[in-house]
C-alpha cells in the first residue's frame, strides 16, 4: 500500500511543478526559485535549512540560492550561528515577484480545491504530516 502511496505522490508532485511552472513563467521565477524564495518569506535561513524544510539536496539550494543572488531576488547575510553557512533571504524584488503570483495561486488553488471536498484536503494534510515524520 505505501510503495502504491508513493508512486501516486510522485505523480502529484509532478502534476504540481507543472502548474507551478505555469504560474511561475509570467513573473519570471520558476517553480525552483518559487520553492527557495518560498522557505525564506517569514524569516533567512541558510541553505542547508531551506533544503531540510524542503526536503531537497543542499547541492541544489545552493545552486538555485547563487542564482536568485545573482538575479537580484535574494541576498546573503552572515549567520550569527554559523560563519561560513551564510543566510538567504529575499530582496525587496524577491518578494516583489512572490507577491505578483498570489493571485495565479489562490486562483489555481480554489480551482482545484473545489473538486476535492475540505475534509479530504484534512486528512490528506494529516496523513503527509504523518508521513513525513515517520521517514525522517
Request: aromatic share 6%.
Amino acid at each position: 500500500m505505501l510503495t502504491d502511496v508513493v508512486m501516486r505522490t510522485f505523480r502529484l508532485y509532478g502534476a504540481f511543478l507543472d502548474a507551478a511552472e505555469v504560474m511561475t513563467k509570467p513573473v519570471g521565477l520558476t517553480a525552483a526559485w518559487w520553492q527557495v524564495l518560498g522557505a525564506v518569506l517569514r524569516e533567512p535561513l541558510s541553505v542547508s535549512g531551506v533544503a531540510r524544510e524542503m526536503g531537497l539536496a543542499r547541492q541544489s539550494v545552493q545552486r538555485i540560492a547563487d542564482l536568485l543572488v545573482d538575479k537580484g531576488l535574494a541576498e546573503y547575510l552572515p549567520n550569527p550561528a554559523h560563519a561560513r553557512a551564510k543566510l538567504v533571504r529575499p530582496t525587496a524584488e524577491g518578494f516583489a515577484a512572490v507577491a505578483r503570483l498570489r493571485e495565479a495561486q489562490h486562483e489555481w488553488a480554489n480551482r482545484v480545491s473545489a473538486q476535492v471536498p475540505l475534509e479530504d484536503l484534512r486528512t490528506t494534510l494529516d496523513t503527509m504530516t504523518k508521513l513525513v515524520a515517520a521517514t525522517s
